[in-house]
């Protein structure tokens, strides 16, 4: 896996769900393994074989997210609204619609609040440009015309 960058708040967030997982989570689980045993029968008992996959499940993304802590470089949002940077909020102009993106770390993306991840397509199309730059973005439904018309 190679090094992915990341905000420092995108950094907490992995960190804060690390710490939930190995404590809560696990806590929870636990509790309900011992009260699906009490229940007899394990060959035939949903609620143990339920807990036993969520388990799993948890167990699973605890190694993910202490692999992902391990190998991410944190960044400081640097946005100063002469260059698109991590954090910067970006207004462009798509097809005669103005829209309003925040390009993000992977783990923070979410594209139905605008917050796009500096690894997708319009996110690395749009890093180190400039307000009244023009880029073209492939998207699935072709080639996507942007120009910069404000950056914060």
């Known amino acids: 896996m190679s090094?992915?960058?990341i905000s420092q708040e995108g950094y907490e967030k992995?960190?804060?769900?690390l710490e939930d997982r190995t404590t809560t989570k696990r806590l929870?689980?636990?509790n309900r393994i011992e009260e699906a045993k009490e229940l007899g029968d394990l060959s035939e008992n949903a609620e143990y074989a339920?807990?036993?996959e969520e388990q799993a499940f948890n167990d699973g993304r605890i190694c993910?997210?202490?692999a992902l802590l391990k190998n991410v470089t944190v960044v400081q949002n640097n946005h100063n609204g002469h260059k698109v940077s991590m954090g910067s909020r970006v207004t462009a102009v798509c097809e005669g619609k103005t829209k309003e993106f925040t390009v993000v770390s992977f783990n923070e993306a979410n594209p139905t609040e605008g917050k796009i991840s500096n690894e997708s397509p319009l996110g690395v199309a749009?890093?180190?440009k400039k307000?009244?730059?023009k880029i073209t973005v492939n998207t699935p439904r072709g080639l996507v015309t942007y120009e910069i018309i404000a950056i914060k």
């Open 3 to 5: 090094d992915q960058i």
């Open 14 to 17: 992995l960190k804060k769900e």
């Open 28 to 30: 929870e689980i636990a």
């Open 50 to 52: 339920e807990a036993k």
């Open 64 to 66: 993910e997210l202490m």
């Open 126 to 128: 749009f890093l180190d």
């Open 131 to 133: 307000k009244g730059e």
